[in-house]
């Protein structure tokens, strides 16, 4: 049982920063790509970032320059680092990962998410 677990959200004021964390726990052979994505309210789950096994990064054009994507491979665990947040970032983040199992078959999971609010 593979599992995907968020943290980190909260509310911040404008200018702020938080940063989430997703740690991936379970049968796993090898965690390829992991991604955050978000959901506004009354909106799609849009992509913010991505990080492949061997560290190639995409941002979304709003978030470039503010938003950073790391990673702990001896950790399982995906980082985002949000800086100069903004009220429209305000939205549930979830983390997304590709896993290969020791069957050599690869999943894509998501985590349950966490709400980062953007408020004064």
């Known amino acids: 049982q593979v599992q995907l677990v968020e943290s980190g959200g909260g509310l911040v004021q404008p200018g702020g920063s938080l940063r989430l964390s997703c740690t991936v726990s379970?049968?796993?052979?090898?965690?390829?790509?992991m991604g955050w994505y978000r959901q506004a309210p009354g909106k799609q789950r849009d992509l913010v970032t991505t990080?492949?096994?061997?560290?190639?990064?995409k941002y979304e054009d709003s978030v470039k320059g503010r938003f950073t994507i790391s990673r702990d491979n001896t950790k399982n665990t995906a980082y985002l680092q949000m800086n100069n947040l903004k009220p429209e970032d305000t939205a549930v983040y979830y983390c997304?990962?590709?896993?290969?199992?020791?069957?050599?078959?690869?999943?894509?999971?998501w985590g349950r998410g966490t709400q980062v609010t953007v408020s004064s």
């Open positions: 997304n990962a590709e896993i290969s199992n020791f069957a050599q078959i690869t999943y894509n999971y």
């Open positions: 990080i492949t096994g061997g560290g190639n990064i």
């Open positions: 379970g049968s796993i052979f090898r965690i390829n790509a």
